[in-house]
């Protein structure tokens, strides 16, 4: 079973953190939801979460894949941990995948994760000028081999449907999909 691990830090992007969780489950891939401290953790809209685990213990197990929810601060705060940066960093050089939406495809660039790949983000957070080889498109998700980003709270489930064909194929997307009474996309 595919294993993905979701980090939470203070403000983070509701809509954008639970619509990856939940679809990620109904597809058959086990979410593992940490918090930077393991305690509760508050979102933008003051909607509060309960981890599985803290950001240290989920460090000890081993992912498939890390999705970022963007939202403010909660992607400043992901950027400014040192952790996340060396877990990205870790994952994209034993070429396992980096998902990121909204402001936190800033956080895959601060780690350099995105130097020669195409992405996208919300406005404003992404910069060619500063992130070596970036080649930005104005699309609701970009994958570009292990690297999957999205625009923001309204192309989310376009995104969790995505990490979903990524990570168990096509026809477990449509599944899930079709689930969600949703058109199956082609």
């Known amino acids: 079973m595919s294993r993905v691990l979701v980090p939470l830090a203070p403000g983070f992007e509701e809509i954008e953190a639970i ?8 597809g058959g891939v086990e979410v593992i939801v940490a918090s930077l401290d393991g305690a509760s953790v508050t979102g933008s809209h003051a909607i ?4 599985d685990m803290g950001l240290d213990a989920a460090l000890e197990l081993e992912m498939d894949m890390v999705v970022l929810p963007g939202g403010l601060p909660g992607a400043d705060n992901l950027e400014a941990d040192s952790r996340v940066i060396e877990l990205l960093r870790r994952m994209a050089d034993s070429e396992r995948f980096t998902a990121a ?5 800033k956080v895959l660039a601060a780690a ?4 020669g790949k ?3 983000s919300y ?6 000028g500063n992130t070596p080889g970036l080649r930005l498109e104005n699309r609701p998700v970009v994958r570009d081999g ?8 309204g192309t989310a489930m376009d995104f ?3 990490l979903i064909e990524s990570l168990k194929g096509s026809s477990k997307r449509d599944q899930v999909e079709r689930a969600l009474q949703r058109p199956v996309s082609s």
């Not at 939406?101 to 495809?105: E, G, M, S």
């Not at 292990?146 to 709270?153: F, Q």
């Open 19 to 26: 619509t990856v969780i939940d679809l990620l489950r109904r």
């Open 48 to 51: 509060q979460v309960t981890p």
């Open 101 to 105: 939406i909204c402001a936190a495809p």
């Open 112 to 115: 350099g994760v995105l130097d």
């Open 118 to 120: 195409r992405a996208t």
């Open 123 to 128: 406005p404003g957070f992404l910069d060619e």
């Open 146 to 153: 292990k690297v999957i980003t999205s625009r923001g709270a």
């Open 160 to 162: 969790a449907l995505a």
